[in-house]
C-alpha cells in the first residue's frame, strides 16, 4: 500500500522560504513520476512541479519557475520542494502525488496521478 505524508507547511512572510517533504512508504514502481500540486481557498488545483524518479527531467509551472525547486532523495524515499521568494499568491493547501511509469504529456494533470497525500498548509502574508 502507497502512503505519501506531507510535512514542513508554515506561515512565512513574502520573501521567505520554506522546504516542504513527502514521505513515501509502499512500492510505486521502478520508475514513477512525483508532483507536487497546490490548492488555494476557491481556485481549482494545480500542478506547480513534477519529476520523474529514473526518467531525468523535472519541470515546473511558470508561476513558479526560478523560486521553487523540486527534489527526491532516494534512500529516504523523500520528495523535496524548495520554496524560495515566497508571495502571497503561493498561499494554499499542498499536496504531493505519485503516479506508476513516466508520465510526461499529462505530467501537470491532478487526474493522471492516483497516489496523493492529505496536504500541508502553505501562508505566505504580505
Known amino acids: 500500500q502507497v502512503q505519501l505524508v506531507e510535512s514542513g507547511g508554515g506561515s512565512v512572510q513574502a520573501g521567505g522560504s520554506l522546504r516542504l517533504s513527502c514521505a513515501v512508504s509502499g512500492y510505486i514502481g521502478s520508475y514513477y513520476t512525483m508532483a507536487w500540486f497546490r490548492q488555494a481557498p476557491g481556485k481549482e488545483r494545480e500542478a506547480v512541479a513534477v519529476i520523474s524518479i529514473g526518467g531525468g527531467f523535472t519541470d515546473y509551472a511558470d508561476i513558479v519557475k526560478g523560486r521553487f525547486i523540486i527534489s527526491q532523495d532516494n534512500a529516504k524515499n523523500t520528495l523535496f520542494l524548495q520554496m524560495n521568494s515566497l508571495k502571497p499568491e503561493d498561499t494554499g493547501i499542498y499536496s504531493c502525488?505519485?503516479?506508476?511509469?513516466?508520465?510526461?504529456?499529462?505530467?501537470?494533470?491532478?487526474?493522471?496521478?492516483?497516489?496523493w497525500g492529505q496536504g500541508t498548509q502553505v501562508t505566505v502574508s504580505s
Open positions: 502525488a505519485a503516479v506508476s511509469g513516466i508520465e510526461r504529456t499529462r505530467r501537470f494533470v491532478a487526474g493522471r496521478y492516483n497516489y
